[in-house]
Structure formats: C-alpha cells, structure tokens
C-alpha cells in the first residue's frame, strides 16, 4: 500500500554517509514508506545534531513530538524532524527516555527547540536537561499530570470554573454524574445481547428478555411515516358552473321585477339600494326643540340682600 505522505525522493548513499558521520552514536537506520528515520544515543544527540547540520546539509529543525509506549522500559520517544533545504530531503532522528532521565537540550544548535522541547516537557514529561525555560507551554497554571501520555485519563484529574462567589478562577476534583465508567461501546440501539438497567421495568414491549431496544427505523421509513399522517392538501375553491356563483336565469328574473315603489330594479345597483324615506323616518329620531333658559330668582324681601 503506497504511503499517503507527499513522496520525498531518496537520497542516494545517505545510508554510507551516516554511518560514516555519526559511527557509534546512530543504533539503527530504517527506511520504510520512502522515509529515512534513524535511532542515536540519548547522550550524543547534541553532538549528531551538530554532525547532521554542519556536514550532511539538514539545515532547519522543523519540529519535536513525542511518543509514548508505556510497555518500554525507557517508554518515552523524542522525535526530531530535520528538512534539509539544499538536498531537499527530510530526517527522522530518535531518542528514548523515561521519566526521570532527562534529553541533552539542543537549544544551542537551533534556538527554536526551547519552545518545541517545552511542549515535549508539557505533554508527557520528558526532561531536557540545559532548557534555559523549561516550563509548561500549553496548559494552565498549576496543571497536574501530562495529558498525552497512554495512562491519563481522558476526563483528566480536576477541573476548572471561574466562581462567582470567589471572584476567581477554582479547581476542583472531577466528578462524573455516571456509576459506570467502564463501557464496552455497543450501542443499545443495534440490539445489545444482555439486558440494560432500567429494561425490566419496561415491560408490554412483547420482546424477549435480552434483547435490548428495538433498532430505530430508517430514513426511508420516517419518510413514509410522516407522509401517511400528514393531512392532504385543502381543495380549492372554484366558480366554474352559475350554480357556484348564484348567476343565471333565475336570478335575472328575479332582478327584473318592480319594487314596491313601482321602481324597476337594476341587478348592478340591487344589492346598493338605499333605504326608502319611510325607513329613514322610522329609523331617525326626531331632534326635540332646546329648552328656554330659565330667568333668575328673585330674592326675597326682608334679607340682608
């Protein structure tokens, strides 16, 4: 299976020029997936980071992972990726460590290892002995542990919120709402083979004890649901025939007769007819005449007045 890196193009006799350069400090030399990576001593990596520069042209240090395999006696890996410019070509370099051997820096011979050492030192715990800095990089103040490494838990140690009652931000020790924090990833919708908390009060399902729930039902079948309970469409409403509309022979019959006035009826002005005078006298009331101002009283004789 072809590797789905961007393919480097070998570098041909790098092999006899870093056994040459490197000797005893280089442990192994493996070229797979059109990669070379080599393996060197946990001491000498300073000096074969001076060799790689200076005589096999790997100008740039270009990152610094780490790796952790916890069944290692030494279960820490430093990794350096090393690009060379003018060769146009790459390099793994390795060194193995554990947790209490700290990695030679090689901050004197690129200067941006002290941050790339430090996120190394951050994320598991690897120590650089010389690290003019060497503090955490990406986690906060006070952090507890190294989130990288195979044995912290993916809930981590304690927790973080800003209080409102202390004006501040606190940590606390996590805690998970769960009983259970083992799970075997099966999901109870594709029909689990034992029994979940909380199905025996069921119950009326008419499925066999262990089965667990039923899986759910497909795109396709919510479709075809949704579409047999939706009400159909309202019809709508038409004036096609006269009996639709009230129109035709009868009604112009009817609008051809004389009113009580003798007045013929015109159909375009029968539905505007004004109220006759009789209607009008019977509906208005008649305006009563204002009533005379009263003269003033007269005082009586014998008063004060």
């Given at each position: ?77 430093v990794v350096y990726h090393l690009l060379s410019v003018t060769k ?136 075809k649901a949704d579409e047999a309970k939706a009400a159909p469409p ?72």
């Amino acid at each position: 299976m072809a590797s789905p890196a961007p393919l480097i193009a070998p570098r041909d006799g790098l092999a006899d020029a870093l056994a040459k350069a490197l000797g005893q400090d280089m442990l192994a030399h493996v070229f797979a997936v059109g990669e070379d990576s080599i393996t060197v001593r946990r001491e000498a990596v300073a000096g074969v980071m001076i060799s790689l520069r200076d005589n096999l042209d790997y100008q740039q240090l270009m990152e610094i992972a780490g790796v952790d395999y916890p069944n290692r006696p030494e279960r820490f890996e430093v990794v350096y990726h090393l690009l060379s410019v003018t060769k146009n070509h790459r390099l793994r370099v390795r060194v193995s460590t554990d947790e209490a051997t700290p990695v030679p820096t090689i901050v004197p011979v690129w200067p941006n290892a002290g941050w790339l050492e430090r996120e190394v030192f951050d994320m598991y715990g690897v120590l650089f002995a010389g690290n003019p800095d060497l503090r955490r990089i990406l986690t906060d103040y006070g952090f507890q542990g190294f989130p990288q490494r195979k044995d912290f838990p993916l809930t981590g140690y304690t927790e973080l919120r800003y209080s409102e009652e202390d004006k501040r931000v606190v940590y606390e020790p996590v805690r998970l709402a769960q009983d259970f924090r083992n799970f075997d990833f099966m999901s109870p919708w594709e029909g689990a083979d034992y029994i979940l908390p909380g199905d025996e009060k069921a119950g009326g399902t008419g499925e066999a004890p262990g089965k667990g729930a039923p899986s759910p039902m497909t795109a396709q079948e919510v479709k075809k649901a949704d579409e047999a309970k939706a009400a159909p469409p309202p019809t709508p409403k038409t004036t096609e025939s006269p009996a639709q509309t009230g129109a035709g022979k009868t009604a112009d019959k009817e609008a051809t007769k004389k009113s009580r006035d003798g007045k013929q009826a015109k159909p375009e002005a029968a539905a505007e007819s004004k109220p006759s005078a009789k209607a009008k006298g019977a509906s208005t009331p008649k305006a009563k005449a204002p009533a005379k101002a009263k003269a003033p009283r007269k005082p009586k004789a014998g008063g004060d007045a």
